[in-house]
């Protein structure tokens, strides 16, 4: 399921009466089942290149593409996690994740939770309210959540970035694991260098609202953090976020 962002604008500011473009120009093509991280200083437009792919916003200029079709709107087609998992606290992990396939009336909804529920390793939890769950406990129900409506793309914006330290690193072996196992697209933002490397076959740096980078991961998964192509995978992009780049390192 190829994504296409073709000339992207996008502003929220006027200067001098003409547009103050937070995105100016962005082109970007991802390919059916690849795993992007976006990196770039706060301000730089990751969020708002997310919320367009999500059509929660729209492009001033261009068009974002997906599979063929022109983004107009919110659509099934494309799952969103954020980073506080939203999950219903009144429903349980089962009830969660079977909540939009019965909105759509499947007759296989328990089915699809059954799956979904052992794919992100939660079968003994499934009875469990959210508050009686870790924060990647419920970080991972809200990937399954999404991912039980069988979308073409993944949206990620920043979903670890409000675990601990050890929580987190679980966390992005998990998310590979689910990754490979759905076989998603998958556009993730977030703030840490190391966290883009190790999850990441390509990344791109934003740097005032354009592509500033856009690099291939070539190392085997697992990925070892403390190798030393790790390390210069995390030295280049460091680099390239310039003044930002102490800020994304301490995000590990």
Partial sequence: MSVEFQYIHKAFDT?????????????LTIGDGEFICVLG??????????????????????????????????????????????????????????????????????????KYIEM?????????????????????VGIARALVNDPAVLLM???LGALDALTR???RKELVRIWQL?????????H???????????????AEGQVALDEPIRLPRPRDIRSEAFENYVDLFSEHLSGGAQEALIAE
């Fill in 15 to 27: 200067e001098n009466g003409k547009p103050k473009y937070i995105l100016k120009d962005v082109n």
């Fill in 41 to 114: 200083k706060s301000g730089c437009g990751k969020s708002t290149l997310l919320n367009l792919l999500a059509g929660y916003l729209r492009p001033d200029k261009g068009r974002i593409v997906v599979n063929g079709k022109d983004v107009d709107g919110p659509s099934e087609e494309r799952g969103v996690v954020f980073q506080q998992h939203a999950l219903f606290p009144w429903y349980t992990v089962r009830e969660n994740i079977e909540f939009g396939p019965r909105l759509k009336k499947r007759k296989d909804v328990h089915e699809l939770a059954d």
């Fill in 120 to 140: 992100i390793g939660l079968k003994e939890y499934e009875d469990a309210y959210p508050a009686e769950l870790s924060g990647g406990m419920a970080q991972r």
């Fill in 157 to 159: 914006d920043e979903p």
């Fill in 169 to 171: 690193d679980t966390m």
């Fill in 182 to 190: 759905s076989k998603k697209t998958v556009f993730f933002i977030t």
């Fill in 192 to 206: 840490s260098v190391p966290e883009a490397v190790y999850l990441a076959d390509r990344v791109i740096i934003l």
